[in-house]
């Protein structure tokens, strides 16, 4: 989760960095050159841009480079063994505490996958869990496994309840800057913080994650694709 928040604080400050430096380029041609003062505030504007892009580059960029790709023990194995393993560990992490039940639905059982079982399983189990979180107490959240031309396929379905995510009271897996993100309107094909490991696994095997809009009171859904075979 820090490298995909990294991500984009690196990226979204750019763009207001490049506006400022834009910006001093204009009011360089407009002010007056003899103009002791302005030049001086000039000269304070594009120091400051200069500190910022430093920064970035120095504390962020390199911080994620550090960690930028995931390294993946891949095997052959029975899809529905990390299926399982997910399953299991998100009723033991906060699925029973909160009452959730979750419908299993299953196609590809006897399939088997050439990926990272261990990072596979965790990926769908931070999928339950997040879905557990944004549940209301006592909810249904689906677990649908199939398989969609020649992937796997992993979609998590519930209705979202923000009241759930921000009450302190009730029991949480995850922690609270999380939860509170998650809440936020997120950009077009953005995805809560809270979820950068399953987007991150999918990647690594050459698939994709996907979230859907996730609106109070609506139901949402989080899917993961990974080709059945290395690519």
């Keep these: 989760m820090r490298d995909h928040v990294l991500s984009l604080v690196s990226h979204d400050l750019r763009s207001p960095l490049n506006a400022i430096h834009s910006w001093a380029y204009v009011l360089e041609r407009k002010l007056d050159a003899a103009d002791a003062s302005a ?4 000269a304070g504007i594009r120091s400051g841009v200069e500190q910022q892009v430093k920064l970035l580059e120095d504390a962020i ?13 891949r095997e052959s194995f029975p899809v529905s063994a990390a299926v399982e393993r997910a399953l299991a560990d998100a009723r033991l992490a906060i699925v029973e505490a909160r009452g959730t039940s979750i419908a299993v639905q299953s196609s590809g059982d006897a399939q088997w996958c050439d990926g990272d079982r261990e990072r596979l399983a965790q990926a769908i189990w931070t999928m339950l869990v997040f ?12 677990l649908a496994s199939s398989l969609e031309n020649a992937s796997w396929r992993v979609e998590v379905g519930y209705t979202a309840n923000f009241a759930a995510l921000s009450d302190a ?8 800057f999380a939860r509170s993100q998650a809440m936020q309107p997120r950009e ?5 913080w809270a979820l950068a490991l399953p987007q991150r696994v999918a990647a690594a095997h050459g698939g994709t994650f996907e ?12 899917v993961l694709r990974v080709p059945l075979t290395a690519q």
């Design 131 to 142: 879905a557990t979180e944004a549940s209301a107490p006592g909810a249904a959240i689906t």
């Design 169 to 176: 009271e009730l029991p949480h897996a995850m922690e609270p």
């Design 211 to 222: 979230q859907s809009a996730t609106v109070d009171g609506e139901h949402s859904s989080l």
């Design 188 to 192: 077009a094909g953005r995805i809560a």
């Design 39 to 42: 030049q001086r505030a000039l």
């Design 61 to 73: 960029d390199k911080t994620r480079a550090e960690t930028k790709s995931l390294p993946l023990a």
